[in-house]
């Protein structure tokens, strides 16, 4: 019930365009808002972007005009399509079922994948 798998990672030239998927069991992704995190060497694990079971969506502001996060409910994955890379959005990037209440349930746990790389360069 708990994994969480991404996919989708590698080495992409800046500007180029990129495409990770996370998949989980569709007990967790019809309830659980999912999100995307990345993290680079010395530095904390930091929010992208997250999705509601709704659809609802928010991102960290040095996304918000070139990632896109949504969910295909027919394959329980939520995609993070990266548009216009930067040097700087090279990290490993996790997928994360957040724990929460949820129709009337408090879920305790969060979900995290094992991480994709991702590098940004030329």
């Known amino acids: 019930q708990g994994q969480v798998v991404e996919s989708g990672g590698g080495l992409v030239q800046p500007g180029g365009s990129m495409r990770l998927s996370c998949t989980t069991s569709r007990s967790i992704f019809e309830v659980f808002k999912m999100g995307w995190y990345r993290q680079v060497p010395g530095k904390e694990r930091e929010l992208v972007a997250t999705i509601t079971s709704d659809g609802i969506t928010n991102y960290t502001d040095s996304v918000k005009t070139r990632f896109t996060i949504s969910r295909d409910n027919d394959k329980n994955t939520v995609n993070l399509q990266m548009n216009n890379l930067k040097p700087s959005d090279t990290a490993l990037y996790y997928c994360?079922?957040?724990?929460?209440?949820?129709?009337?349930?408090?879920?305790?746990?969060?979900?995290w994948g094992t991480g994709t790389r991702v590098t940004v360069s030329s």
């Open positions: 994360k079922a957040e724990r929460g209440f949820y129709g009337g349930v408090h879920y305790l746990t969060d979900y």
